[in-house]
């Protein structure tokens, strides 16, 4: 009995391009960066190895470019307080989303070390650009005199939160929620902003 392949798709519309870097994150959170390989992108998707090659220089291009189609974390947020900013960055996903990111975090965290490809295109493309926003958002506060400019927290606070994001599964055994993250943000992260040096 011969089984034939399922037909090859030629081109990559915007949608094929979603597409492929959902898959792209859903292999991550299964297998780890490690263990992506361009074979199981280009069968999971139907698409040629050589395309993939074609379109992306190689495995870490490929994940950086599938984290950053995701929605910016910090970008054109501006509720007019930081809290309402803060809150409102971590109402952008529901609970199962975010349980969905932090697993996708965790099959990055060990390949950033023995993968220095990835940690500069994840820097250039991801943390960088998300950080340039979260100053933003900062200096907004500062400007609008919620904290001050001269807080010592102030270079902390993406620290803060993304400790809170990635750790919580470690050391609770559950998974980072909204509520979580809200009340974490009122607890920790804004007294921590207004207290004085």
Do not use: C
């Not at 993939?52 to 190689?58: A, N, P, S």
């Not at 993304?162 to 599964?169: E, H, L, Q, V």
């Amino acid at each position: 009995m011969v089984v034939e392949a399922a037909p090859r798709r030629r081109r990559m519309t915007p949608e094929r391009e979603a597409e492929l870097y959902a898959v792209v994150r859903g292999l991550i959170r299964e297998v780890g960066y490690e263990a992506l390989t361009m074979d199981a992108v280009a069968a999971r998707t139907r698409t040629s190895k050589a395309t993939l090659y074609r379109l992306w220089d190689g495995k870490a291009q490929l994940v950086v470019k599938a984290l950053r189609s995701r929605k910016p974390r910090f970008g054109a947020l501006d509720t007019g307080s930081l809290r309402g900013d803060l809150h409102a960055m971590v109402r952008r996903d529901d609970d199962h989303q975010m349980e969905q990111n932090n697993a996708l975090i965790r099959g990055l965290m060990t390949a950033v070390h023995t993968h220095p490809e990835l940690l500069t295109a994840l820097r250039d493309r991801v943390i960088e650009p998300e950080l340039a926003d979260l100053h933003r958002m900062l200096q907004r506060a500062v400007d609008r005199g919620e904290i001050r400019p001269d807080s010592p927290a102030l270079p902390y606070v993406i620290h803060m939160l993304t400790g809170a994001f990635t750790t919580r599964k470690l050391i609770d055994g559950q998974p980072p929620t909204q509520a979580y993250l809200t009340s974490y943000i009122d607890a920790v992260v804004l007294p921590t902003l207004v207290a004085g040096p």
